[in-house]
């Protein structure tokens, strides 16, 4: 796809590259609220919620064919009236950000979001951090909340932030099974 890596669908053969890539992010940044890395264990079993109910998991790939990043879109939440919408979420290996492969994951990823049926897709910004709100307003997301500091980590109140785009049709029209 871009310079010096490919984009493709993740495999639960993955799910150690992409713990490993979280974990940075967990250790050393705000981008998530965890505390504690997830194990290689418990991040292939989320891998396999996500991919067991259809949803799009991501990975982009240097060319050695090594996890350099990855994003996901997953049912906002679990009750069925929200089914037409979905979380994303992107995370790139730490010395790799700043190329382009957040934005080229993200594009990918709202076209497969679509082709899932995903009619919303929200950003749910822990940290507030200002290169993910950069990276979604570039890609056709708006601010659509924030809620202040909710989170503590690192010895400082972190706020989430909110950010939302519609997806194909968005609410214009009702889903194809639904009656008008």
Request: aromatic share 8%; net charge negative; with cysteine.
């Amino acid at each position: 796809m871009g310079d010096g890596y490919r984009i493709e669908s993740a495999t639960p053969a993955d799910a150690s590259a992409v713990a490993a890539i979280y974990a940075h992010h967990v250790n050393h940044g705000t981008a998530s609220f965890e505390i504690e890395p997830p194990s290689d264990t418990e991040m292939a079993g989320r891998m396999a919620k996500v991919l067991d109910a259809g949803a799009p998991w991501l990975v982009a790939r240097d060319p050695s064919g090594e996890v350099i990043g990855y994003a996901y879109a997953s049912q906002f939440r679990d009750r069925p009236a929200y089914r037409y919408a979905c979380e994303n979420s992107i995370y790139i290996q730490h010395d790799r950000r700043g190329e382009g492969i957040g934005r080229a994951l993200l594009a990918l990823l709202i076209v497969a979001a679509e082709r899932r049926g995903f009619r919303q897709m929200i950003a749910v910004i822990a940290g507030a951090e200002p290169a993910s709100v950069r990276l979604h307003a570039a890609c056709g997301f708006a601010e659509t909340g924030r809620m202040r500091s909710v989170g503590r980590k690192a010895g400082r109140w972190l706020d989430t932030l909110y950010m939302q785009r519609p997806l194909g049709h968005g609410d214009d029209t009702p889903p194809a099974e639904e009656p008008a």
